[in-house]
Structure formats: C-alpha cells, structure tokens
C-alpha cells in the first residue's frame, strides 16, 4: 500500500509565503515524476508544477518566479515553496506521484488528499 500525505496549506494574505508538503510512504520502490496541481473553485485542476527523477523543473506560466518545487528523494517527499502569493493562487493543491511500488509492479500516479490554501486580498 502507498500513501500520501500532504501539509502546509493555510491561509494567508497577499504577498506571503507557504510551503507545501508531501510525504510518500508504504511499498515504494521507485518514483519518477513528482508534481503539484491546484482546483480552484467551478474550475478544472490545472498543473502547478513538476520535477523529475532528474530535478529537471517545469512551471505553470502563472507561478513562475513565484513558485519552486523540490524533492528530496531519501524521504520520498516533494515540496512547493510559494511565494508572492495573489489571492488567484486560492485553490486546494494536490500533489501527484508516479511511483512504482514493487519490481513486478508498474508504475502508478497516485494522488494525495489535497489542502487548502486561500490567500486574502
């Protein structure tokens, strides 16, 4: 079994900072591709950002500058740092994961359970 999970949303005002967490855990033993999504209310989720298994980055046109994404591998956990955030930026953020939990196994894309950040104008 594998579980994700996330931390660190909140609220805070325009022009602040939070950082996102997840943490994988369980049968794990590869992951590829590590990224953040965000859904807004009466939208679609949309890509926030992505790194590789080579921390090659990419970006939502939206947050870059303002938005980093990191991973550190031996703890199996990927991280958004926000930054200069804007009351758009107000959505619930989803980490996804494609990871292969065993050898025999294919790999997956696994979902966390979202948390909420809402920035105030």
């Known amino acids: 079994q594998v579980q994700l999970v996330e931390s660190g949303g909140g609220l805070v005002q325009a022009g602040g900072s939070l950082r996102l967490s997840c943490a994988a855990s369980g049968s794990i033993f590869r992951i590829s591709d590590m990224g953040w999504y965000r859904q807004a209310p009466g939208k679609q989720r949309e890509l926030v950002a992505t790194i590789t298994s080579s921390s090659t980055t990419n970006y939502a046109d939206s947050v870059k500058g303002r938005f980093t994404i990191s991973r550190d591998n031996a703890e199996n956990t990927v991280y958004l740092q926000m930054s200069s955030l804007k009351p758009e930026d107000t959505a619930v953020y989803y980490c996804?994961?494609?990871?292969?939990?065993?050898?025999?196994?294919?790999?997956?894309?696994?979902w966390g359970q979202g948390t909420q950040v809402t920035v105030s104008s």
């Open positions: 996804n994961l494609q990871l292969q939990p065993t050898t025999w196994r294919r790999s997956n894309s696994y």
